[in-house]
C-alpha cells in the first residue's frame, strides 16, 4: 500500500522561482526519502534524512522532516527548466528491512 | 561505479504469452534486489525483493514470480500475461547496509 501521500498532485511555477512538495505518511519511519523521476525514466535518489534529523540540505534542496506531524518537505530553490520532473517521497518503517514505501509524487513543471 | 542494466526497453506482449524481465548489477556485490511496477503517473509498488540468491520475498499476490540465479541478476517472470500486467516495471539495488536504492532505466510493458 502507498505510504507517502505528495502534495501537491502537480506544481508549475517559473523558473527562478522556489518549489515546495509536501510529503505525508501513516506509520512510524527509520528515514524518508525523496526520489526524482524524468519522464520514462527510472528514478533518482536525491536525499535521505533519518528519524532523528529535522532538516538537511543538499546543494539547492532543503529537506524538512516533522516525525510529530508524520510529515516532510522538499524545498527546491532557485528552480531551474531542468528541474522539470515527478519527485517522489519514500518511506522506510521502523523496524523493517530495507523497503521503501512510495508516494503518488509531485509532478513538477519549471517554466522558462 | 555501480550500474545496473534491465532489458527489454519497452515490450508489447499479447495476453496469455510468458514473460521475463531481466534486470543485471555491475560493480557491486551481495545487493539487495528490488523489482516495482508502476501505474501511469502513480507511485511505485514493490513486487518483490530479495536479499541474496535464491532468496525472494513477495509483497503482493499476483500473476508474476521472481528470481535471482546469480548475485547480481534478478529476473521477473509470468507465465501467462494479463491486460491487468502492462505497466512501467523498475528493477532497484540497493546496499546491504544503508537505505538508498539505485534504480534502472525501466522496463514498458504492454499487454494487448
Known amino acids: 500500500s502507498q505510504q507517502g501521500e505528495e502534495d501537491p498532485q502537480a506544481l508549475s511555477i517559473q523558473e527562478g522561482e522556489n518549489a515546495t512538495m509536501n510529503c505525508s505518511y501513516k506509520t512510524s519511519i527509520n528515514n524518508l526519502q525523496w526520489y526524482r523521476q524524468n519522464s520514462g525514466r527510472g528514478l533518482v535518489h536525491l536525499i535521505l534524512i533519518r528519524s532523528n534529523e529535522r532538516e538537511k540540505h543538499s546543494g539547492r534542496l532543503r529537506v524538512t522532516l516533522d516525525t510529530s506531524k508524520k510529515s516532510s518537505s522538499l524545498l527546491i530553490t532557485a528552480s531551474r527548466a531542468a528541474d522539470t520532473a515527478s519527485y517522489f517521497c519514500?518511506?522506510?518503517?521502523?523496524?523493517?528491512?530495507?523497503?521503501?514505501?512510495f508516494g503518488s509524487g509531485t509532478q513538477l513543471t519549471v517554466l522558462p | 561505479s555501480q550500474t545496473i542494466h534491465q532489458w527489454p526497453a519497452t515490450l508489447v506482449q499479447p495476453v496469455g504469452s510468458p514473460l521475463s524481465l531481466e534486470c543485471t548489477v555491475e560493480?557491486?556485490?551481495?545487493?539487495?534486489l528490488y523489482w516495482y511496477r508502476q501505474a501511469a503517473g502513480r507511485g511505485l509498488q514493490l513486487l518483490f525483493y530479495s536479499v541474496g540468491i535464491g532468496q525472494i520475498s513477495s509483497e503482493v499476490p499476483q500473476n508474476l514470480s521472481a528470481s535471482r540465479p546469480q548475485d547480481r541478476q534478478f529476473i521477473l517472470s509470468s507465465k501467462k500475461l494479463l491486460l491487468s500486467d502492462s505497466g512501467f516495471y523498475l528493477c532497484?539495488?540497493?546496499?546491504?547496509?544503508?537505505?538508498?536504492?539505485?534504480f534502472g532505466p525501466g522496463t514498458r510493458l504492454t499487454v494487448t
Open positions: 532497484a539495488w540497493g546496499g546491504q547496509d544503508s537505505y538508498e536504492q539505485y
Open positions: 519514500a518511506t522506510v518503517p521502523s523496524g523493517s528491512a530495507r523497503q521503501l514505501t
Open positions: 560493480g557491486t556485490s551481495n545487493p539487495n
